[in-house]
């Protein structure tokens, strides 16, 4: 049942922010399955060497298994590296595994090394997939694998979690993306705020969100995204908390927010 419009064109969406534990993976791995489950088609990349997102998504990643890795360096494709997960038959993943953790200093010496996964996504066998999305999940900071992940994307979507020092080194993510944007990739743009980790019962929590607003304005999407156990539990079991618990609050919110995100569209609005 596809309730949600299909993108004219394929969106890439690099969810990015180079501090750790403020729910990229999550947040990937739950956006994917929602658009996934309304019927669209969608790719995820793991560019963590953690493997969180290939984790959730019940797709394997012990060393071995084709991977990222291999895509970076260019020796298999994409097509040839996305396996099925099991959270939807639409929903494929290139898993990370831990080979990954060496090609920050492996990608330093390589040929046109900021823009290996773009052209790795460049391709026929890829296109011939037909993804709608493709997200990328970058790792806890802005070296060469993000910055592989901002040149291949169109959009960057940044998760904040309301907490404490929440917008801190936020400055020097939107340098960094301003970088890429004046150097190796012009039409990116950063297209969607996520709150995350959203705690009702905290005043913080209020004032953050109001921060970010004001600071953001409408790239904030309306959804926020609660703190939830369930949420936290499902990866423990392989799942996105889509399936592992589907009635929560913690699968509503995501499913809300992957909504959002495709009826707002890719188009950049001009004030
Ligand atoms: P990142 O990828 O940015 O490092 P994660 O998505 O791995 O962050 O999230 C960090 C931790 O917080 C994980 O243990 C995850 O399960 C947990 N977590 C993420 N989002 C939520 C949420 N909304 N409610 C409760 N726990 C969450
Ligand atoms: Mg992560």
Redesign the pocket.
């Known amino acids: 049942d596809l309730d949600l419009p299909r993108p004219k064109n394929r969106r890439i969406i690099t969810v990015a ?1 180079q ?9 990937t791995v739950n956006l994917a399955a929602g658009l996934a489950l309304h019927g669209l088609k969608v790719l995820v990349i793991d560019l ?1 060497p953690q493997g ?1 997102a290939s984790t959730a998504l019940g797709v394997e990643h012990r060393g071995g298994v084709p991977s990222v890795y291999e895509v970076l360096l260019g020796e298999i494709s994409v097509a040839d590296a996305a396996a099925k997960s099991t959270q939807s038959d639409n929903l494929y993943c290139v898993p990370a595994t831990i080979d990954l953790a060496g090609s920050e200093i492996e990608l330093v010496t390589m040929v046109a090394r900021e823009g290996r996964l773009k052209e790795a996504l460049n391709s026929e066998a890829v296109e011939a997939l037909d993804f709608d999305y493709v997200f990328v ?1 970058c790792p ?1 900071s802005l070296g060469l694998l993000t910055v592989n992940a901002l040149v291949a994307a169109h959009e960057v979507l940044i ?1 904040i979690q309301c907490e404490y020092y929440a917008l801190e080194g936020l400055g020097q993510l939107l340098r960094n993306i301003e970088l890429v944007q004046s150097h190796l990739n012009p039409a990116l743009w950063v297209s969607t705020i996520l709150l ?2 959203y705690d009702g019962r905290t005043k913080l929590a209020d004032q953050v969100t109001a921060e970010v607003r004001d600071h953001f304005g409408d790239l904030t999407l309306r959804t926020v ?5 369930k ?2 539990e499902a ?1 423990g079991f392989g799942q996105t908390v889509l399936t592992y618990d589907p009635g929560s609050r ?1 699968s509503m919110s995501y499913l809300d927010a992957a909504r959002e995100i495709a009826e707002r569209g890719a188009e950049r609005k001009t004030a």
Do not use: Q
Not at 19 to 27: D, E, R
Not at 225 to 229: E, L
């Open positions: 922010n501090k750790g534990g403020v729910g990229k993976t999550t947040s963590d969180n999940d806890p998760p995350t980790m995204i609660p703190r939830s156990v949420i936290s990866p913690g």
